[in-house]
């Protein structure tokens, strides 16, 4: 079997480090309202201030996924957006500034990393966030504070997918679309973890890759179809959807009767559960919860090099528009993440 025990917790913690009171305000990306990429622009806002159990965390690093350039081109999660100007961003890695009380495990100088609860609150393109204790971990001492800010999001939605809903196991045939994204990358290394038989679909530069994080068969997207070489597959997970060649319709094809279908993307299918249904197949979609527990566990992953994140490009804070258009090319291998200040 594939599994490996993991770690210990202790050997995860990186080293506190000093910090200083915050100022009364700080650089942020915003925009005010749904529009393209030249939207973003930079601006001082006040620091937000953190109550009851949140953390004030100084921001190293912020990762950047898919749903952010939804979001801000007025798909995504704008419907709760509260009010504008407003800033994007999920993912960050940084520093604890405030802690909740005195005796709190996460006290000022730890380095953690995780998400901020965007769009109820400003998000992570900025100098500080307010975060609730709850969904965040302390950062692992071998990843930098740039290649932590690439985890959260995408590595938990990864985890919920292959082991909270897929239940990943030895044997299992798991069928996984866009492999070398940001969830494909963290998704094909886990199910390979658990034990899982992975297919992945990637572009022809990819495979090679695919096949060092885990995938048995590789399928190159462009050239073949992978219902042509492909079937009888317990789950697939599809982080396309029928936004691209119908890849939702035909996954449903190469699932076994009574197989799993877990649709990602926000919005790419709207009739899949029916499709599902009439294909004899089980479905659900899926959204990632921001739990600081299991950023623990894949924390000690991560520090024992059982899965790895990697880092396509890193932009600077002021280059965000520049990143949203990368970010919206939909090429990146693995993350991109902006680089806020120093550790």
Sequence with gaps: MRFRPLRSAASASPEK???????SSMRAVVYDGPGPADALR?????????????????VVAAGMNPIDAKTRGGRGVTGAIPSYPTTLGFDFSGVVV?????????????????????????????????????????????????????????????WGLVVETAHAHEGQRVLIHAGSGGVGHFA???????????????SERNLPWLRELG?????????????????????VIDLIGNTHDDT?????DV????????????GAWPDYAAAAAAAGVRATTYKVVPDGAV?????????SGAIQVYIDQVFDLSEAAQAHRELERGHSRGKLVLSIGGA
Excluded: N
């Excluded at 094909?188 to 990637?202: E, P």
């Design 17 to 23: 480090v000093d910090v200083a009171a915050p100022p």
């Design 42 to 58: 930079e601006e001082r806002m006040p620091v937000p201030q953190p109550a009851m159990s949140e953390l004030l965390v100084r």
């Design 98 to 158: 405030k802690s909740p009380f005195e005796a709190h495990p996460l006290q000022p100088g730890e380095q953690v990393f995780g998400m901020v609860p965007f769009p109820r609150s400003g998000g992570s393109y900025a100098e500080y966030v307010v975060v609730p204790t709850l969904s965040v971990a302390r950062k692992p001492a071998a990843l930098s504070h740039v290649e932590a800010a690439g985890v959260p999001l995408a590595a938990l939605t990864a």
């Design 188 to 202: 094909v290394q886990l199910a390979a973890y658990f034990g899982a038989h992975v297919t992945a679909t990637g």
């Design 215 to 235: 995938a048995s068969v590789v399928v190159d997207y462009a050239t073949t179809r992978f219902e042509d070489v492909v079937g009888e597959m317990d789950v």
């Design 248 to 252: 939702g319709t035909r996954s449903l």
């Design 255 to 266: 699932l076994r009767p009574g197989g799993l279908y877990i649709m990602v993307p926000t």
């Design 295 to 303: 950023l623990a566990t894949l924390a000690r992953l991560l520090e």
